[in-house]
């Protein structure tokens, strides 16, 4: 693993991408679910990128 400002990542990890659009589906105080638009450094794009959120 290759640790980089504080964060543990593994050397074949993908580009970092950039969200175009980010809803939320569903609100629940213990559990949310996120949808985002996706565009990635090389060029590809995901329009449904779901995200689930927890609380602490």
Known sequence: ???SRGKA???DDPAPFQ???SEYVHRL???TVRKDAVRMAKGGYIPDYFIL???D
């Open 29 to 31: 105080p213990w559990f």
């Open 53 to 55: 959120e927890y609380p």
């Open 9 to 11: 990542s593994l050397p």
């Open 19 to 21: 969200v175009e659009h």
């Open 1 to 3: 693993m290759v640790e």
